[in-house]
């Protein structure tokens, strides 16, 4: 018998930084179009950044109180670390300044983080736990997340900010405890991607143990099955494809 090797695209090289920054806007763009449609939006919660390539001491997040599914490029707001809107209109959500300002600062290597009040995550983070490695796609996350908490309230605070950076440390998600699941990723893909992956974990040990007493993967075999940043990204691509066949108007 003979094995099939497992071939997978990479990221595209652009010839310049203001293709980047247009390819980084046009996918986060799409990743919103997608949450909206998986509805993980929860009336004005949840935001989404991306670094800028050219500026990248700032970054571009959804409008305070823009609905994930009507997202467009041209709604995406420009902010730089002292939270002035430098490029778009509309207003900053406080909480996502906060939260995406302290990470992109202490993260250099993160490109893009997620966070929104999707429905399983929240319920799982009332649990205040890690995610079990019971299935292959659950094992994205084994060695790499952690959980913050105790739930101290809507996050207003930069301190706050700086000490979810330092829960999620050097992973690609966290567990915000009382509050939803958290992923940053070197692309906007991987992180998006990261995010329904984890949002799907969270149901599935739900549903797991409401039934029984699931069975855990062998430690070794989970963490040698974890997701790359490749795979993150390459994982996404579908869901941008379906975005540009069905609602073309994110790239406006």
């Not at 809107?85 to 995406?100: E, P, R």
């Not at 700086?162 to 958290?182: F, M, P, R, W």
């Not at 963490?223 to 073309?248: D, H, I, N, V």
Request: proline share 6%; hydrophobic share 40%.
């Amino acid at each position: 018998m003979t094995n099939i090797p497992l071939i997978m695209p990479d990221p595209p090289v652009h010839d310049s930084l203001e293709e980047e920054q247009l390819y980084r806007k046009r996918h986060q763009a799409a990743a919103f179009r997608a949450f909206g449609l998986l509805g993980y939006d929860e009336g004005v919660a949840g935001h989404m950044s991306v670094r800028d390539p050219i500026d990248t001491d700032t970054f571009w997040v959804n409008p305070f109180g823009r609905n994930f599914a009507m997202m467009r490029v041209s709604d995406l707001l420009q902010v730089d670390q002292t939270g002035t809107v430098v490029h778009g209109t509309g207003i900053v959500n406080a909480a996502a300044f906060a939260i995406h300002s302290a990470i992109h600062e202490a993260r250099p290597d993160i490109v893009a983080a997620v966070h929104t009040h999707s429905p399983a995550g929240r319920a799982w983070s009332t649990l205040g736990r890690l995610l079990d490695p019971i299935t292959q796609d659950a094992c994205t996350f084994y060695d790499d997340h952690a959980v913050y908490g105790p739930y101290k309230g809507g996050v207003l605070d930069q301190s706050e900010g700086d000490e979810i950076a330092q829960a999620i440390g050097t992973g690609k998600a966290a567990i915000l405890a009382n509050h939803g699941l958290l992923t940053a990723g070197p692309t906007v893909d991987a992180a998006a991607y990261w995010f329904i992956a984890m949002e799907r974990s969270c149901r599935v040990q739900l549903d797991a143990e409401a039934a029984g007493t699931p069975l855990l993967i062998d430690p070794e075999l989970a963490r040698a099955t974890g997701g790359s940043a490749r795979t993150g990204w390459f994982c996404f691509q579908p869901w941008y494809e379906r975005m540009l066949a069905e609602q073309p108007g994110f790239l406006e």
